[in-house]
């Protein structure tokens, strides 16, 4: 095992400094990742060519002394990998062909290890490059999040269709959510075996999921990948990124397994701190947007409040969802240097 920061954390060891890394650090703030894009003929050839996976992955460590590498793929190459023609338009975003719920069938043995090998000798690579120190995270969307896009073929601000589905199909729907499961386990162990010394499942939607419906499609896929995941002996830290849940986020952090919840910009620390269970690391969750205008005072008073609020717990700072691309290198830089000067 590779000692670094974010790692030592887990292992509740005691360390000087917070951890900061970035959700989306690797990308499209940063000038060269157009160029590094640009030579791939679409968004899927970028995701499956390796020589382009390390670089971008590198990429935001030119700029930003940060104390992980979250490797550059997409949480729908599993959908791409189950045949559902994902394509990614400028403009518009992912779209595939949208399964019907009952009509479509779902795709049982589909070898992930071999469809994403690129992403797998990308790893490969990236943990022999990169310096010990950098905590190199692999990830995977959860089972509701891909449910979501495959049944919508796109997405939606209601996903009244998956909804829908629910309800009305919920065999069928369930079939989805239990291969998808194992599909998820197989990325996320490929990527662990491949040297990712972290793991995260990003659910993006999960508060699209009717609240009756929370632990059975939010809570118990991650509990059982997890367990897939233990049973095959990877042993690893795994992040939960249940976005937007509220309340929810209690009962998720105490039956979920995860080692780290990441929390978004919605959520009041104080609360967090007080509600979500002591016994896991939390991650978050500076707003994306305050990174954005070139005046930074309140950027400094809001990144100090986190560390403060934060200070007595397992503590990974980052940001409470993807920089966006009118984010500011210089804004970054400043907020790593607080949290770089912080002491706890």
Known sequence: ??????????????????????????????????????????????????????????????????????????????PWAMNRNVKFTKYIGPSMDPMIPNETKIIKNINIFQSLKPLENAIKILRKDLSPSVCLIGFSGAPWTLACYMIEGKSSKDFVNTRIALWNHNKWFQELIQTLIIYIADKLEMQANAGANVLMIFDSWSHMIPNNFYKQLAIDPIKEIISLLRSRKINIPIIGFPFKSGSSLIKY???????????????????????????????????????????????LSEVKSILEITKKRKFIFNVGHGLTPECKIENVKHVINIVKEFKS
């Not at 020589?51 to 700029?63: A, C, G």
Request: aromatic residues 12%; hydrophobic residues 40%; charged residues 20%.
């Open 1 to 78: 095992m590779h000692s670094n920061i974010i790692n030592d954390l887990f292992k509740g060891k005691d360390y000087p400094n917070i951890p900061i890394w970035f959700l989306r650090q690797a990308g499209r703030h940063i000038p060269e990742y157009y160029s590094i894009r640009s030579r791939a003929k679409n968004f899927i050839d970028f995701c499956l060519n390796t020589e382009l996976i390390v670089e971008s992955t590198k990429l935001p460590l030119k700029y930003y002394n940060i104390d992980a590498a979250i490797v550059f793929s997409d949480i729908l190459m599993i």
């Open 253 to 299: 952090s105490y039956e979920s397994n995860v080692d780290c919840i990441a929390l978004d910009w919605t959520v009041d620390l104080n609360w967090a701190v007080k509600n979500i269970n002591s016994s896991i690391v939390m991650q978050g969750n500076l707003d994306p947007a305050s990174l954005i205008p070139n005046n930074s005072n309140l950027l």
